[in-house]
């Protein structure tokens, strides 16, 4: 793969195996490295010496700023369409299911499927930086793959808010207030340094009774194999809108000038 095309690197020692991912364009992700992600996570997860997983992003940018507008419009049919969406939802179900707590770390802001991967991790940590924002309805779409992670979160009202203001930026402190960061830090220093605290901490503990508290964390979801397929098929069938293809092309010729 071409460092051009992002890549997704898993590093594992003590116990701590870290995820980073990347591309180019602001962390916009294409469906290959949804999918690397996913691999990761499960592979991981499969290791015995793994205990503890830390999921994050490279680049100065977006810590994930959603799906790829390069991908999205060149999707021509529907099951194309839910090829493509299902990639959010491996990556959720990945992190649901692996027996390990996953970490994120949050170094930069969050759009459209990076807030569902901010939601998905069991802890985020955050930059002061790291801004959240739901922009899928602004482009003729909607946050529905990733939409039961955010609920599960901050609350059926304030993801039905987050959802209908899909221009409004959320800050670091409002995403902290409202439960998807557990901690937001001022420089980076200090946010690595309570990530490898915590990571360290964690791999020194029982791996089944993390496991256990794990399975009891996410009780109730037990069902996202299917319902988050059902929502990618709802976003497949949308995106073939000619809302959605006039949208994206406005919003990239508006990123051109910039």
Partial sequence: M???????????????????????????????????????????GRDGDTRVIILRSDGEKAFCAGASFDELVAIDDAERGLEFFSGFAHVINAIRTVPVFVIGRIHSHCVGGGVGLACAVDIAYAHSSASARLSELAVGIGPFVVGPAVERKVGTGHFGLLSATPATRRSSTWCEQHGIYAEVFDTMEALDARIDSHARELAAYSPEAMSDIKRVMWKGTEDWDALLIERARISGRLVLSDFTRNAIAKFKAEAAKR
């Fill in 2 to 44: 071409r460092m051009s095309d992002g890549y997704v690197n898993t590093h594992s020692e003590g116990g701590i195996s870290t995820i980073t991912f990347h591309h180019p364009k602001s962390n916009s992700l294409p469906g290959h490295i949804l999918r690397g992600i996913a691999e990761a996570i499960t592979s991981a």
